[in-house]
């Protein structure tokens, strides 16, 4: 085809960029108004979300959209993505609330304009939108009652690292938290001495981080803040129940009535699925406690001593606490000659504890030890050279004690495990070409089979290619082969891997370092982590007069 040279070449229109959503948060059975945040022309885009309940209308100006939210919708994230004929956005996600949220009314910079919260629990959607935004909110609370502060922003995406702080009715800052341990969000639990109006002020920095000293502020910098002055549970003891039984938890937190401080029983019929949630009256949310099959005990004390060690069925589980600076917790378990899996969890539950793993024999020799030099929780996968008694032994690494040191450690026979991610959340393939997506396959306890992939919701002219994964390889491949007629299309697929008789869904993980994820490198935990879509777009033809390269 022959192109005239006095012809212009137009301009390819790129894919839609969505960068955040303000708000962020909707309640069921609304409809309001939301400011879609990023690169976003032609407007008005097309909308896709996870659920049909779910519908953007783009209005005809930017400023004019809405969603809403029909009753039915399962509260939590949600997600979303922009498309249009050359490509998808990254998927975003919203939140579905069951309750009322407060907006945030500007100005409110100064703790002397603070808006007004009044019937907490209370969650407000806010943002800080400028440079060196300040955000106050004022509580009333009695003596003696513990608040509870909590900001969500980066586990939503938003390229800030916040703080919260408290000031008093004269300005005077009377607590602050710049994260609460697990994330880089700020939590802060503060008892107020005497009664009045206290001020809850969010600001932040940017993130990834900057030079600029001064306070971040744009249009992502979206937030939630809850607030509470009622109960707020922050762990149970054990920290994992077990499944199928009834489970005997102590529970932790702020606020709590008096009758909740022998422990809590629950009936057996409740101990089903993965996660038991705790739900006492006045709480802001629900505690979830992770379920297991194996025995949870809880320490007892004194286990400092080798011959004190506390016996712990194999497999097993126990919860412990590091109650003082020298204090070790040690275990006593009969191992077999076989490979056995050593997992503490602490720091990932959110605890300021950096625990210390090792094994002795019962000459008292350490025979094991699970790799001090990485950040994180100790794992420890070992096989014991003979079968017999071992004692397994916890301390801090910092030498540090007290009430939050909290840890679970679990001994167990290393389980097969698979887990599938893709390397790119949307692939656009034009017609007569194929597109390769990457797919990281990562075994454990000695999962080798072989893994057959199929793609699902694939739309007419293109086919995927059998792309099987071999017996031990870490990776796999999915082949998209676009026919030279393909029509145009955008929809989301879902790629199934099936192995050793289950299938499993291949999604994209939103929380990896990868540079081509979608979002800035740096997000550890997010609200919701991976998505279960990959986005295709098919181009069509026409758009496809780009010059050659
Ligand atoms: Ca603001
Ligand atoms: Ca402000
Ligand atoms: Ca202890
Ligand atoms: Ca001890």
Redesign the pocket.
């Known amino acids: 085809m022959a192109i005239g040279l006095a012809m212009p070449v137009l301009a390819r229109a790129a894919a839609p960029e969505l960068e955040q959503l303000f708000p962020i948060a909707f309640r069921n059975g609304t409809t309001n108004p939301v400011a879609l945040v990023g690169k976003i022309e032609p407007w008005p885009p097309r909308i896709w979300t996870d659920h049909p309940g779910i519908v953007f209308n783009p209005g005809t100006n930017a400023a004019a959209c809405t969603v809403a939210i029909a009753p039915g919708v399962a509260p939590g994230p949600h997600w979303i993505r922009l498309f249009g004929p050359e490509g998808a956005s990254a998927p975003r996600f919203l939140v579905v609330t069951p309750g009322p949220t407060t907006p945030e009314i ?4 100064h703790f002397a304009q603070a808006q007004s919260v009044t019937n907490l629990p209370a969650v407000v959607d806010g943002r800080l939108e400028k440079s060196g ?4 909110y004022a509580v009333a609370l009695r003596a003696g009652q513990t608040l509870l502060a909590r900001l969500e922003a980066h586990v939503l995406m938003s390229p800030v690292d916040a703080v919260l702080r408290i000031v008093d009715s004269r300005g005077v800052e009377v607590a602050f938290n710049h994260d609460d341990g697990r994330t880089l969000d700020p939590f802060v639990a503060w008892t107020a001495p005497t009664a009045g109006t206290y001020v809850v002020q969010a600001f932040g920095f940017p993130h990834p981080g900057a030079t600029d000293i001064r306070f971040v502020g744009n249009a992502r910098c979206v937030y939630r803040l809850t607030l509470s002055g009622g109960p707020w549970l922050s762990h149970a003891i054990p920290l994992v129940a077990r499944r199928g039984t009834t489970n005997h938890l102590v529970l932790s937190g702020w606020n709590l009535p008096p009758s909740l401080a022998p422990g809590l029983g629950f009936p057996s019929s409740a101990a089903t699925g993965t996660v038991l949630s705790v739900r006492i009256p006045g709480a802001a949310e629900d505690l979830r406690v992770p379920l297991a099959d194996e025995p949870q005990l809880v320490e007892r004390e004194p286990n400092d001593l080798p011959g004190q060690a506390q016996p712990l069925p194999f497999p097993g589980a126990v919860t412990g606490r590091i109650e003082r600076a020298d204090d070790i917790d040690r275990y006593l378990v009969d191992l077999p000659a076989a490979p056995v899996e050593f997992v503490v969890q602490s720091a990932a539950l959110g605890f300021p504890f950096d625990a210390r793993l090792r094994i002795e024999d019962s000459e008292g020799k350490i025979v094991a030890r699970a790799d001090e030099s990485t950040l994180g929780d100790p794992v420890l996968a070992w096989t014991p050279p003979t079968a017999g008694k071992y004692r397994v032994a916890i301390d801090n690494l910092l030498h540090r004690g007290g009430d939050r040191m909290v840890y679970h450690l679990a001994v167990r026979v290393p389980q097969p495990a698979v887990e599938f991610a893709l390397a790119e959340g949307s692939v656009v393939v034009e017609p007569g070409k194929t597109n390769e997506t990457k797919i990281a396959v990562t075994r454990r306890g000695g999962f080798t089979n072989a893994v057959s992939i199929r793609v699902e919701g694939l739309p007419a002219g293109i086919v995927a290619l059998p792309s099987d994964v071999a017996a031990n390889a870490a990776e796999g491949t999915v082949r998209l082969v676009a026919a030279t007629n393909a029509p145009p299309a955008n929809v989301p697929l879902h790629v199934v891997a099936t192995t050793a008789g289950k299938m499993h869904p291949v999604g994209f993980p939103l929380v990896s370092a990868g540079e081509n994820n979608g979002v800035p490198q740096g997000f550890k935990h997010l609200l919701a982590e991976r998505i279960d879509q990959l986005w295709l777009t098919v181009r069509s033809p026409a758009t496809n007069a780009a010059p050659a390269k």
């Open positions: 500007e100005p409110n910079d935004d300040v955000d106050s």
